[in-house]
């Protein structure tokens, strides 16, 4: 009887050895598949233009992306052509997981782009046109569903900013 378990005990000690030796496949390359590959930056840009040329891009706008709540982790200030570029937090796939609260907006603050873009003067987007709030600086949009759920790179498009002539009398109160 001893000798029918030693048969059994080494039979089943050969068997596992033999499984645990095959690595648990590897697709029979021998474990050698390349890693899968990085996920692409998912890049949220636009470009900001004035009211007077809307060929002629904005430098020194800032524009941000967040809650009503007052989260915003991405901030972007336009370049010499009025583009910007925020890129998500490489663990977040979609804008609509950087935060936990809604509704979302993105802001649009004037005062880094000069004395012709005050900050009392409206913004516009997609054809309707939003207020600065004169005590915080910015005009607040909100983000089209589009952009909340994208999981790759999207353009807002484009914001245009009233341009006001310094050398002009100023507008009517608002």
Same mark, same amino acid.
């Given at each position: =009887?001893?000798?029918?378990?030693?048969?059994?005990?080494?039979?089943?000690?050969?068997?596992v050895l033999a499984l645990a030796g095959?690595?648990?496949?590897?697709?029979?390359?021998?474990?050698?598949?390349?890693?899968?590959?990085?996920?692409?930056?998912?890049?949220?840009?636009?470009?900001?233009?004035?009211?007077?040329?809307?060929?002629?891009? *904005?430098?020194?706008?800032?524009?941000?992306?967040? $809650?009503?709540?007052?989260?915003?982790?991405?901030?972007?200030?336009?370049?010499?052509?009025?583009?910007?570029? =925020?890129?998500?937090?490489?663990?977040? &796939?979609?804008?609509?997981?950087?935060? &936990? $609260?809604?509704?979302?907006?993105?802001? *649009?603050?004037? &005062?880094?782009?000069?004395?012709s873009f005050p900050t009392f003067l409206?913004?516009?987007?997609?054809?309707?046109?939003?207020?600065?709030?004169?005590? =915080?600086?910015?005009?607040?949009?909100?983000?089209?569903?589009? *952009?909340?759920?994208? $999981?790759?790179? =999207?353009?807002?498009?484009?914001?245009?900013?009233?341009?006001?002539?310094?050398?002009?009398?100023?507008?009517?109160?608002?």
């Amino acid at each position: =009887m001893r000798r029918v378990y030693s048969i059994l005990l080494v039979g089943g000690v050969s068997a596992v050895l033999a499984l645990a030796g095959c690595g648990g496949g590897g697709g029979g390359n021998g474990g050698n598949d390349p890693p899968p590959p990085e996920p692409e930056d998912v890049v949220i840009s636009g470009t900001v233009v004035s009211s007077q040329n809307q060929a002629t891009g *904005v430098p020194g706008v800032e524009v941000s992306l967040g $809650t009503a709540g007052y989260q915003y982790e991405l901030k972007a200030t336009t370049n010499a052509s009025g583009n910007f570029s =925020m890129t998500l937090p490489d663990d977040k &796939a979609s804008p609509l997981q950087l935060y &936990a $609260t809604i509704p979302f907006d993105f802001r *649009v603050n004037t &005062a880094g782009a000069g004395s012709s873009f005050p900050t009392f003067l409206p913004v516009q987007y997609n054809g309707t046109s939003y207020d600065q709030n004169p005590g =915080m600086g910015y005009a607040s949009i909100p983000v089209p569903a589009a *952009v909340l759920v994208t $999981t790759e790179s =999207m353009s807002l498009g484009t914001i245009v900013v009233t341009f006001f002539d310094p050398n002009q009398p100023p507008p009517p109160p608002l």
